[in-house]
């Protein structure tokens, strides 16, 4: 039998103690003997909750138990989750995590403090929610060159962009809708600005290309700019929207951004809709691969993090540490890819056909015309989408 802990309980908290009590026998046979719930580290007072009488307030009574085995870390953002990390690992517990921020930051730090105090540190839960993804990039994909991720990473954008484009709902109401759900930041300006989708992208490129990408250099541009115009003529035209970020291994090294993107509809990841994720991964042997599945909610991200828990007592004594990379050269300048862009422009044709001869513009209800450009660079799109008096130019995902 081995003893764990829980910090936090919240959306992802409280859906892990739950999964973990509902499927005890399964998670046993996984882990290799049973697992206890020591404790839950809570701030506030849940008085009504089955789990009350596991709550502790002072985290010195989990690092201090040397029975307790796994610490789950799910409180999120990276202050008081860093400091307990950190000591979790110190204390010879294993970790395992929800915590994109965390891992993106200070993933290959806390990796290293693991192996050196030979524990687990597992983050499945921490990129695709509930969705098998970092363990089969890892281990299943072990036999790949990886040369390119690119998926719709964060749940609530999709939800967003989903509502607004199939059920014409507005921005503010689709947000609403997705915290009701449990699917956004405590603070969504990390989603709808593209940062939660840029710490996972910065996940995927570790652990892709063996370099420890820094976040904060991943250009990112997130949903707030996308207009219901946009979503209207992209549909015209045969497309979705979608946030996606991307990450590709280059001749330098890698490059990385998140941004909204055009898909076309026959494409895979137009049909990934609502709170569902999806990552395609492009290796060597197999060619490509497409993962999809819930990528937010309580239970879908329990489902990984309670994995993660159970693999960990499986492990004990030979630790699973992904390996997150070292520290690399600057990011290939994204700016710097070769792809059609689509642009909403003023419906001047003359103006339009002048900047884009190839242009096949159509219009919409704003009077305003779409159209999707040849091949090129984002430098070399500047000028002509001046001339063709563009007010808003997204890339088209070939
Ligand atoms: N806010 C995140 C999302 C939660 O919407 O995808 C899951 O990481």
């Not at 009574?61 to 796994?70: G, Q």
């Not at 929610?129 to 994909?141: D, E, V």
């Not at 609502?274 to 999809?292: D, L, Y």
């Not at 990984?304 to 030979?318: F, K």
Request: glycine share 10%; charged share 20%.
């Amino acid at each position: 039998m081995k003893k764990y802990a829980i910090l936090g309980f919240g959306v992802v908290g409280g859906g892990l103690a739950e999964v973990m009590a509902d499927q005890a026998q399964k998670l046993a046979a996984a882990a290799g003997e049973p697992l206890e719930l020591g404790y839950i580290l809570v701030r506030h007072d849940y008085p009504d909750s089955p789990f009350r009488a596991k709550f502790v307030r002072d985290f010195s009574v989990i690092e201090n138990d040397p029975e307790v085995a796994v610490v789950a870390e799910v409180i999120g953002g990276s202050d008081a989750a860093y400091d307990y990390s950190r000591r979790v690992l110190l204390a010879g517990k294993s970790l395992v995590s929800s915590n994109k921020q965390l891992v993106a930051e200070h993933g290959a730090e806390l990796a290293a403090l693991a192996r050196e105090h030979r524990v687990s540190y597992l983050f499945e839960g921490s990129v695709g929610g509930g969705i098998p993804l970092l363990r089969p990039l890892c281990r299943c994909l072990a036999a790949n060159r990886i040369d390119q991720v690119c998926g719709i990473v964060n749940g609530t954008t999709n939800y967003i962009l989903t509502a607004m484009d199939t059920q014409g709902q507005d921005f503010d109401t689709a947000l609403k809708t997705a915290q009701q759900l449990g699917y956004a930041e405590a603070d969504p300006t990390a989603d709808v600005e593209g940062i939660d989708a840029c710490r996972k992208t910065a996940i995927l490129a570790d652990l892709s290309f063996g370099w420890n990408v820094d976040p904060d250099a991943i250009p990112t541009t997130g949903i707030t700019k996308v207009a219901p115009a946009d979503l209207e003529l992209a549909r015209a035209l045969g497309y979705t929207v979608k946030l996606l970020g991307r990450a590709a291994r280059t001749p330098d090294g890698c490059c990385a951004f998140v941004e909204p993107h055009l898909v076309p509809l026959g494409h895979i990841l137009a049909s990934v809709n609502g709170v569902m994720n999806a990552c395609a991964i492009q290796g060597s042997a197999v060619g490509e691969v497409v993962f999809c599945g819930p990528g937010a909610g309580a239970h879908p991200t329990a489902s990984a993090v309670a994995a993660d828990i159970a693999d960990a007592v499986r492990h004990t004594g030979n630790p699973m540490v992904p390996d997150l990379g070292a520290p690399g050269g600057a990011l290939s300048p994204a700016d710097e890819l070769v792809s059609p862009w689509f642009i909403r422009a003023d419906a001047a044709p003359d103006a339009v056909l002048a900047a884009f001869p190839q242009a096949r513009p159509v219009y919409g209800t704003s009077g305003e015309c779409g159209f999707i450009t040849g091949p090129m660079t984002r430098r070399e799109l500047a000028a002509p989408f001046a001339a063709a008096g563009g007010r808003a130019v997204w890339r088209v995902l070939a």
